[in-house]
């Protein structure tokens, strides 16, 4: 076997087993949260994704929220919503952030157009179309940890 084919196979194997590191943002103005609606299944998400290599939590949410809704806001507006939660496989640790805005949403410098609508939701009272179609239903750790009820 090649020693080059051989170590980038035991690379790639290591990989998709290593425990993977997400950023979710839960974008806050007035009581309202940003969510937006996926392409690929027409469920609703908060913006934020799979954090880079050795990339610090708080670097990946603003990262992942300029990519994928046009927003830029300074890494030091992000406000930990506690430590990074593992998820009972331990392959997941989901890291939640706020942060506060105040202007509009363009989605235009998302690469992989993921999200195709973007909507603001009352976070006391979010809507039932929203709540019956969340990307993730259960175990929500932004929704949780900002007490919304879902």
Known sequence: ????????FLKCASEATASQRVAAIGVINKGKILLGKRRDNDKWTNPGGHLEGSEKPQTGAQRELLEESGVDISVDKFIALGK?????????TIYPFTVKYKG????????DEEIKQWRWCDMKNMPEDVLKNL???KQNVLFDRLGIKY
């Open 135 to 137: 990307h993730v239903p």
């Open 104 to 111: 509009s949403v363009s989605g235009s410098t998302d690469p």
């Open 1 to 8: 076997m090649d020693k080059d084919f051989r170590k980038g």
């Open 84 to 92: 990074g939660e593992k998820m009972k496989s331990n392959k997941l």
